[in-house]
């Protein structure tokens, strides 16, 4: 990697920075400036840290953490209406498998009928927004049975929603 690569640009090594000032800061007994600490960061760890980001070996792989749960749904497009389970759910969205292919460039309306954890009798949450799919791919249940694996992304409205009331989601 060229050496006129910029750290301070970078977003993952702005946040390796940050906790070495805060590393550095506590070790001292006083409040290490973040010109003192980029500088050293840099020196000590910049070069190594390149070489791990170059080989693609950090495990955050994905832009959202995925959660598997199962919280049934209802899919109603123009043509059809399906019940199903999640697979999985992140703040980007949530994909699940339907017994039948839909035609993804029809808008569809979604209900997600979220839990909230560690409340025994608590009603679901219901959650209704609109939105596509984005991605289907087929799949195999069995020789003579398709299933089909679908992503629907979440509109700000539902992502805004998913973070205020993200205990669901740590269950």
Sequence with gaps: MSQKYSYLKDKNALNEIRKHKWLESEKNGYEVGFATAAFDWIRLYGQPWLAFQDKKNYSEKR??????HKFPLRLKTASSEITAY???ISLAGFSCTIPRAIDSSLPAEVTLKLKKPR????????CQ?????ARISESQKQE???EYNIFIPFDENMKDFIRANSDFLFN
Excluded at 63 to 68: E, L, M, P
Excluded at 119 to 126: A, G, V
């Design 63 to 68: 832009a959202h953490r995925r959660f598997y």
């Design 86 to 88: 999640t697979n999985d």
């Design 119 to 126: 409340k025994l009798f608590s009603p679901r949450l219901k």
């Design 129 to 133: 927004f609109d939105s596509k799919v």
């Design 144 to 146: 003579t049975t398709t």
